[in-house]
């Protein structure tokens, strides 16, 4: 089993920036891919971003040319920049396989608002 463990979030600013880490543990050899999800009330989860382990990433629309995303290891960043309100959310860490559910984060609630 994989374990994820988040760490960031928290009240920006609109314009601002904000990092969020994630840090897998576990049977991590099976890992193919991580990144990150949010879900703002009364919104559907959706995919922020995500990067396999030969290093192919995806962006939705929304935060392409704002977000960043990196890994490590088995760790993962999400680099924010130019927040926006709509950007409010719950982000969830996650971590895909080629057989299997994914495995959930905690979650971590960012906030943008002046």
């Known amino acids: 089993q994989v374990q994820l463990v988040e760490s960031g979030g928290g009240l920006v600013q609109p314009g601002g920036s904000l990092g969020l880490s994630c840090e897998a543990s576990g049977s991590i050899s099976n890992i193919w891919v991580m990144g990150w999800y949010r879900q703002a009330p009364g919104k559907q989860r959706e995919l922020v971003t995500d990067?396999?382990?030969?290093?192919r990433t995806n962006y939705a629309d929304s935060v392409r040319g704002r977000f960043t995303i990196s890994r490590d290891n088995t760790k993962v960043y999400l680099q924010m920049n130019s927040l926006k309100p709509e950007d409010t959310a719950v982000y969830y860490c996650y971590a895909g396989f080629l057989r299997g559910s994914p495995v959930w984060g905690q979650g971590t609630q960012v906030t943008v608002s002046s």
């Open positions: 990067r396999t382990r030969g290093g």
